[in-house]
């Protein structure tokens, strides 16, 4: 998730690729660059770290004649965030430029291949493949090689392309990952990767849509088809965006833009890492042998928080189908208390920054004690990635909003990876379940991302009645018990209700003499192989006038007969189900914290990543 700017037209460029940098830098501030045309040659700056790095390095050259060029700020994903790997990338001429955000699936191979043709690469990124298979085809004609190389790609992307020998034009691509471009009779042309870096200069807009190119130039653009090869008429939307709004892309919050990039962050994380045909699963960075993994013979999942929750999560998934005995530990319990760790057990620590204090100190002391360490993680070139023995990145992209959503279903993506990763390498599950887990897995994005508008409509209706209570019960069993965890943890921390989450079976042991009817309890109930169970302690919380809901499996009508609060989902696999009911869980403690005008993005007292214990 990086943030591109390009521009083409009658002012100079550097001030206009950096201000709208400067809107995009919540995208990535890992690195940042930006390449201009002058006098035939291109000119290229860059620089790891913020923007106000960049521009530094830029100094006087931002009064540069230039009219036309590209910038980017990055969030790493292959490659540590160096001034190496920062974008642009050039061919090996240098006459020609890229940048790009999105995931190229297949840049080994097609490194490999150019390596072989004589290419040099100097950088660690998949971007840099693009400049040079670009490279590869061109001749004369800068949009035919653009199309020849895109035949050759599979991921996501959005790419901008400046060539020395088309100094008039800027060539845009997209495919699955957004591109905007902006219009201005009197500006020139502008392309971008959110609408927040075109405001300054237009309103008047065009949304790419997959697998189409543009030509820009100062005075129009036109936009192809990829895949007929003939011009398409786009529409030019107004947008009456304020800018607080516009880098929310139009969200009232952070958090719930973050919600709905859910699907996204999914799709990131599989894409390249799973094949759709066989299940097959590829972790290149895993950084363990097959002979390291058939010695293991236990392992400890380490994390705080939500991260905690998605660890609890892949306990059931790894036990069932990799058979190997998971513990599953708090890391600031975990780093204080007697360990029984030795060469033959697995750590693997859950953080988004990479940064968490005691879950960094936990690795560290199980590393010490002959343990194997992987991380999962959402920064490239984290304290935790640097110290493990390898990693599983998520590709969330920056989360701004403190209480995790979109890098929480993320983790769960990368930990069901790990779990198929690890049942394949030990032979623990037949190939035909494999295949059927991948493609559930693969599918999964697609089912939230068609279900998120219908809940979100669903959930602020139904918050009406509850958005006042005091407290709030969450419980559910098995895959779902740690969801029924993190929901009551997402509305605690965002809306200052008193909320716990329990496995069902639990409420006997205590928790059922709170109910009455001014406690409000959201039981997590899909039909799978609990469901009786589950129906059984929802049925004893109704025989104690608690106020119910349920959020359950579509088609199931007998829910209705207990409460009229009921929130269907779709039946997927079970596997997938802690996946697909968080997100009516965030759903309702975002509407109800915003109900209660709570600060949603800033909750008090809390920090994004605690770096200190």
């Not at 020609?96 to 699936?105: P, Q, Y």
């Not at 309103?203 to 088809?225: C, N, R, Y």
């Not at 005995?325 to 007697?338: C, G, K, L, M, Q």
Request: proline content about 4%; charged content about 20%.
């Amino acid at each position: 998730m990086c943030g591109i700017v390009g521009y083409c037209g009658s002012r100079r460029v550097v001030p206009v690729i950096l201000e709208g940098l400067r809107r995009l830098e919540y995208r990535g501030y890992d690195s940042a660059g930006i390449v201009y045309l002058q006098d035939g040659k291109l000119i290229k700056h860059r620089s790891e770290g913020k923007l106000s790095r960049l521009e530094a390095i830029i100094g006087d050259a931002i009064i540069a004649p230039a009219h036309i060029g590209l910038g980017h700020t990055r969030w790493a994903t292959h490659g540590a965030p160096t001034t190496a790997n920062a974008h642009p990338h050039s061919d090996c001429s240098g006459n020609l430029v890229v940048i790009h955000n999105g995931i190229i699936e297949n840049y080994h191979s097609l490194r490999e291949e150019l390596k072989d043709k004589g290419h040099i690469f100097t950088s660690q990124t998949d971007t840099e493949v693009l400049a040079h298979l670009i490279e590869e085809y061109l001749e004369n004609d800068l949009v035919a090689a653009v199309k020849k190389a895109i035949a050759r790609v599979e991921g996501s992307y959005a790419l901008g392309v400046l060539w020395a020998g088309m100094p008039d034009a800027l060539v845009a691509v997209r495919n699955q990952s957004p591109l905007v471009l902006g219009v201005s009779e009197h500006e020139g042309t502008f392309l971008a990767s959110d609408i927040p870096a075109l405001l300054p200069y237009t309103k008047e807009v065009i949304f790419m849509d997959d697998m189409e190119l543009a030509i820009l130039k100062a005075d129009g653009h036109q936009i192809f088809s990829l895949v007929t090869g003939l011009p398409v008429e786009k529409k030019v939307t107004t947008i009456d965006w304020n800018p607080a709004m516009a880098e929310k892309a139009g969200f009232k919050h952070f958090m719930l833009k973050e919600i709905f990039e859910e699907p996204q962050a999914i799709t990131n994380t599989v894409s390249g890492r799973i094949n759709p045909e066989t299940g097959e699963v590829v972790l290149p960075e895993i950084g363990l042998t097959a002979a390291d993994l058939a010695d293991i013979d236990r392992i400890f999942l380490v994390a705080c928080g939500t991260s905690w929750h998605a660890a609890l999560v892949a306990k059931y998934w790894i036990e069932k189908y990799a058979n190997i005995p998971v513990e599953v530990d708090i890391a600031s319990e975990f780093r204080y208390r007697h360990l029984l760790i030795n060469k033959r057990v697995l750590t693997i620590s859950i953080s988004q920054s990479g940064e968490t204090a005691d879950t960094l100190a936990g690795i560290r002391i199980a590393k010490e004690m002959g343990a194997k360490i992987i991380t999962i993680c959402n920064v490239v070139g984290s304290t935790m990635t640097r110290e493990a023995h390898g990693t599983v990145y998520t590709h969330a992209g920056p989360e701004i909003g403190v209480a995790s959503t979109k890098a929480f279903v993320s983790q769960l993506a990368a930990l069901f990876l790990f779990t198929l990763y690890l049942a394949q390498k030990k032979q623990t599950i037949s190939r035909e379940l494999g295949l059927e887990l991948g493609q559930e897995l693969i599918g999964i994005a697609g089912v939230v991302e068609r279900e998120l508008p219908r809940l979100q409509k669903e959930i602020e209706h139904l918050i009406e009645s509850y958005y006042d209570c005091r407290d709030f019960l969450f419980v559910g069993r098995s895959l779902n018990y740690p969801i029924a965890l993190e929901g009551a943890l997402k509305l605690k921390e965002i809306s200052y209700i008193h909320a716990e989450g329990y496995a069902s079976g639990e409420l006997k042991h205590g928790p059922i003499a709170l109910i009455d009817k001014d406690m409000p309890v959201l039981a997590l109930v899909p039909q799978d192989e609990v469901y009786q169970k589950s129906i059984s302690n929802v049925e004893e919380i109704k025989a104690r006038q608690g106020r119910i809901i349920l959020i359950g499996t579509e088609g199931d009508s007998h829910l209705r007969t207990i409460t009229d609060d009921v929130i269907y989902l779709p039946k997927v696999h079970s596997a997938m189900n802690p996946i697909l009911y968080t997100i009516p869980a965030q759903l309702l403690a975002y509407a109800i914290a915003t109900k209660r005008g709570c600060d949603v993005d800033q909750p008090r007292n809390l920090a994004k990543s605690v770096t200190v214990e």
